[in-house]
């Protein structure tokens, strides 16, 4: 199984990352890979949708993991007999203040 992982820090604070990277419909606007994506609903445990790559083509997603304001998993089966998940995780390296 391969695996691809990356990450980043960021100043910002973790609830202004968490409103970026949850709204799936807005990936394009700031993702170069993405030509288009879609849930079909809020982002929840279950909900089904579309990520449109500009190198791998269309893929119907699935929900698998959410965790509200930390993390969530897209899941699609890319091509038979494979998995591609993207997972995205905040974790804050030093404590916010408001």
Do not use: C, Y
């Amino acid at each position: 199984m391969a695996f691809r992982e990356a990450s980043l820090e960021t100043t910002a604070p973790p609830a202004t990352v968490w409103r970026v990277w949850s709204d799936v419909n807005r990936w394009p606007e700031w993702n170069p890979d993405m030509k288009e994506s879609r849930l079909d609903g809020p982002l929840k445990l279950g909900a089904t949708g579309m990520i449109n790559t500009k190198s791998g083509g269309k893929h119907d997603v699935v929900v698998t993991h959410f965790q509200d304001g930390r993390s969530f998993e897209l899941e699609s089966t890319a091509l038979p007999g494979t998995k591609m998940a993207i997972r995205a995780t905040i974790a804050p390296t030093r404590f916010w203040t408001a």
